[in-house]
């Protein structure tokens, strides 16, 4: 037996609920009891815009749900270089309250596409150091292809649609760079 199917068949032995004594109709006890597949959860949106360094544990733990088969994930980060210059960090900045309320619709328009269960935007404010997350989005459904649709619409809409502004430090300068995919960029 390979080491996976020892792990796999002990998890499935740790998971197992105990047994217990079949109920009597009409019982007290009778509306207690719940099949696994009934459980119901809330769906949750969950934006954050914050200063502090991003954790990809952390926002892939909001989405986890014991009904879901996925959970997907994009994780954007600092690269160390743009054009040939040397990229020492970036710095972004936000308007928040239509940062969060275009992001509020990002979520709403997922969930009219694909049916999927939570939700979590999380990005990035001020200086972000090469490698670090900036932006971190996850979300999680019943099948794979919900998700990874959704992440994928989420990161695109975001950056078309979501006034956050970068600054990129390089060694020897910095210059804040127009999102050539945001609506309201034009062709100079």
Not at 45 to 72: H, M, N, R, W, Y
Not at 136 to 162: G, M, N
Request: glycine share 2%.
């Amino acid at each position: 037996m390979s080491s996976l199917e020892i792990s796999s068949s002990t998890f499935s032995q740790e998971m197992k609920l105990p047994s217990s004594p079949p109920l009597v109709e009409g019982s007290a006890l009778e509306p207690f009891r719940k099949d696994l597949n009934e459980i119901e959860e809330k769906p949750k949106d969950i934006i954050k815009f914050t200063a502090e360094k991003l954790s990809v544990d952390e926002v892939s733990q909001l989405v986890i749900s014991p009904l879901c088969g996925a959970v997907s994930l994009f994780v954007g980060t600092t690269r160390n270089n743009f054009e040939g210059k040397k990229v020492i960090s970036l710095e972004y900045e936000a308007y928040l309250p239509m940062a969060e309320n275009e992001i509020r619709k990002i979520c709403s328009d997922i969930r009219q596409k694909w049916p999927v269960k939570h939700i979590a935007v999380f990005h990035r404010l001020g200086l972000v150091p090469v490698s670090e997350a900036s932006v971190i989005i996850a979300v999680s459904s019943v099948h794979r292809a919900s998700s990874l649709q959704a992440v994928s619409y989420a990161i695109d809409t975001l950056k078309a649609k979501v006034p956050i502004w970068k600054k990129e430090m390089y060694e020897e300068s910095s210059s804040w760079k127009r999102n050539k995919e945001c609506f309201w960029a034009t062709d100079d």
